[in-house]
C-alpha cells in the first residue's frame, strides 16, 4: 500500500518535490542486466522499464537510451503538443537529476535550407 502511495505523490508533485538521482545511478538503470530502463528528459527520470513494450515507435527505441539523457531527440519527435506522449510522462517520472549524458549531438539546424543554384535558365 506505502509504495501505491509513494507512486501516485510522485505523480502529482511538484518537480522540485521529485527526489534527486545522480547522473551514476541513472547510468546504472539502462535496461540490462536486470536493471530498471530509466529515460531522462529535460533533468526529469522516467521508469519506462514497463512503458517500453508498449512503446508506438517500439521497445528497442527507449532501449537505446538506457540510463541516458533524450531530451532533443524527444522534443523533435513529439514536440511540445504530443498530448499522449506528455500525458504518460507524469506517470512514469520517478526523480530529477543533472548531467546526464546525450549520446548524439544536436543537430545545429531544425530544418534542411535549400540552396538556388544557378542552371543559366531564367
Known sequence: MSRMLNFVSRRSAKIEELPFISAEGVKQQNGKENSKLWLVIDDIVYDCS?????????????K???????????????????????????????????????????????????????????
Open 64 to 122: 537505446n537510451f538506457g540510463g541516458k539523457d533524450c531530451s532533443w531527440q524527444y522534443h523533435k519527435i513529439h514536440g511540445m503538443n504530443s498530448n499522449k506522449a506528455n500525458k504518460l510522462l507524469p506517470k512514469l517520472r520517478i526523480g530529477r537529476t543533472k548531467a546526464v549524458e546525450n549520446p548524439y549531438d544536436k543537430p545545429k539546424t531544425d530544418h534542411v535550407e535549400f540552396i538556388r543554384v544557378s542552371t543559366g535558365y531564367n
Open 50 to 62: 514497463t512503458f517500453a513494450r508498449q512503446h508506438p515507435g517500439g521497445e528497442a527505441v527507449l
